[in-house]
């Protein structure tokens, strides 16, 4: 766990002023909540309504998600949240961890202090297994699940392969040393790579590159050497009703089976977007929003 540390310390070092800095007002609706171990920075949009609960998709940061809550807030209490270790949701001691148990964990005593619940739990890629198990752990907590871009568990180690040929970002110290120099470098190529229109290619970069010159978070080696290990977590099929959602021109999941995701839910719909791709909730909110709004009734 060593190693990690690589993507915790200069965190650390900025969270006492995180919650001053331009990245708590970028937004009108910004807050940061203090989970003692880490931040995290989420927006909470509308009221009296079913609450959905939507993660950003690292390296997007809340900002990319106007669009999509204006039309979740149609339907929808919408809230958006960044991931611990990344974005601006800063870890604030050294013992903080990217482990899947630890992760979870820490989500889960987000979901209860915003007492919204039960929610619709939209995480996408690979922090939806933790969506999974808080529903299989805590069913009160969880009516419907949204499986955004979630493949089975050995599908993202193959997905992780993929974005991870020669194994650098899987090697400790090495891992979090290259990325921390190279993730500007590598943020158009991967969103030319994963979204479907070239203009909302870009138009994700630019607001990327700004996060990051702001001191965003982007601790993937550290999430694929901890997170996303060989053994799997122990994870039941989800019982709440739920709705599996592809983009279809995602190219990092271009060999990907997305039928197996069905494995992953007892009762399901199933979306495929054909103008999407790694990110259907930015890149066509309308449908998500839809489509969320359907699987509720």
């Known amino acids: 766990m060593f190693a990690a540390l690589v993507d915790t310390v200069l965190p650390t070092l900025r969270s006492s002023s995180i919650i001053y800095s331009p990245a708590s007002r970028s937004r009108s609706n910004i807050q940061f909540m203090?989970?003692?171990?880490?931040?995290?920075r989420y927006c909470i949009t509308g009221e009296n309504k079913p609450t959905i609960v939507l993660n950003t998709d690292p390296p997007?940061?809340?900002?990319?998600y106007d669009r999509t809550i204006a039309e979740l807030s149609r339907y929808f209490t919408v809230v958006v949240f960044e991931i611990p270790g990344f974005g601006f949701s800063l870890p604030k001691r050294l013992d903080f961890r990217y482990d899947f148990d630890f992760i979870t964990t820490i989500l889960v005593e987000f979901l209860t202090r915003l007492n919204l619940g039960p929610y619709v739990l939209s995480f996408p890629c690979l922090l939806g297994f933790?969506?999974?198990?808080?529903?299989?752990?805590?069913?009160?907590l969880v009516s419907h699940m949204v499986l955004n871009q979630i493949p089975t568990w050995q599908g993202a180690l193959e997905w992780k392969k993929g974005r991870d040929p020669q194994g650098i970002l899987s090697t400790p110290f090495l891992g979090q040393i290259a990325l921390h120099?190279?993730?500007?470098?590598?943020?158009?190529s991967w969103f030319d790579l994963v979204i479907a229109e070239s203009q909302t290619a870009q138009k994700l970069t630019e607001i990327t590159l700004q996060s990051y010159k702001l001191g965003a978070c982007f601790s993937l080696a550290s999430c694929f050497q901890f997170y996303l290990q060989e053994q799997q977590p122990d994870l039941e099929p989800v019982k709440q009703p739920s709705l599996i959602i592809w983009g279809e021109c995602d190219g990092?999941?271009?060999h990907t089976d997305k039928s197996l995701t069905r494995q992953l839910t007892l009762d399901s719909k199933e979306v495929y977007i054909q103008k999407a791709g790694h990110s259907p909730e930015v890149e066509a909110p309308q449908i998500f929003a839809e489509?969320?709004?359907n699987l509720i009734g």
């Open 34 to 40: 203090d989970m003692g171990i880490t931040w995290i």
């Open 60 to 64: 997007l940061t809340i900002e990319s």
């Open 130 to 140: 933790c969506a999974i198990k808080i529903a299989n752990l805590h069913p009160e």
């Open 181 to 188: 120099f190279l993730k500007e470098k590598r943020c158009g």
């Open 252 to 254: 990092s999941h271009a």
């Open 291 to 293: 489509s969320a709004k």
